[in-house]
């Protein structure tokens, strides 16, 4: 269960009541949570395939910012070029999967709609790094091989103290 103080920093940080959260993810090193992971079923019907969903707002600019320097156009042609990461990024897909159905396992939710289907571009290109530095912080390093390279990037996001004070 997530607690009233991390669903007021999420509500914070997203600005809006947040959707369906399973539990924290990932807590910035700030105390806050930065990653969600959500419910792979919202409580209004719709399947939502993004079980990691990224909530630091300086994290999400910083990255917004990197989106648009044509990081993901350069990230999706190495996967073309390099058998090995486009291998280790098939696995963040699985990796992916899997922590999904675990949580459709403990709530009971069925969601045949997104079945295989994960986030981001996994597993064949890159179109959200949002997602990607989220599976890493939430399943941690060496899972998603892009993704960690987005944190590396991103540097110390939380270095000026929590990006909200609920």
């Known amino acids: 269960m997530i ?36 419910e792979p079923r919202l409580d209004n019907g719709t399947p939502f395939p993004t079980t990691f969903y990224l909530t630091c707002p300086r994290a999400a600019s910083r990255i917004g910012t990197l989106e648009a320097s044509g990081l993901m156009k350069e990230m999706s042609a190495r996967l ?26 403990e709530t009971g939710h069925d969601v045949p709609e997104i079945a295989g289907i994960s986030a981001g571009g996994l597993p064949d290109r890159v179109k959200c790094l949002h997602v990607l530095a989220g599976q890493s912080l939430a399943q941690g390093r060496g899972v998603n091989p892009l993704g960690d390279e987005v944190l590396d990037l991103l540097g110390e996001w939380w270095a000026s103290g929590p990006c909200v004070q609920p």
């Open 3 to 38: 607690s009233p103080e991390d669903t007021a920093a999420v509500e914070a940080q997203l600005g809006r009541t947040p959707r369906s959260i399973h539990e924290v993810g990932h807590r910035c090193p700030c105390g806050n949570p930065d990653v969600v992971t959500t």
């Open 80 to 105: 073309q070029e390099d058998e090995e990461l486009a291998d280790r990024y098939r696995a963040a897909h699985e990796a992916y999967l899997a922590a999904r159905n675990a949580i459709e396992a």
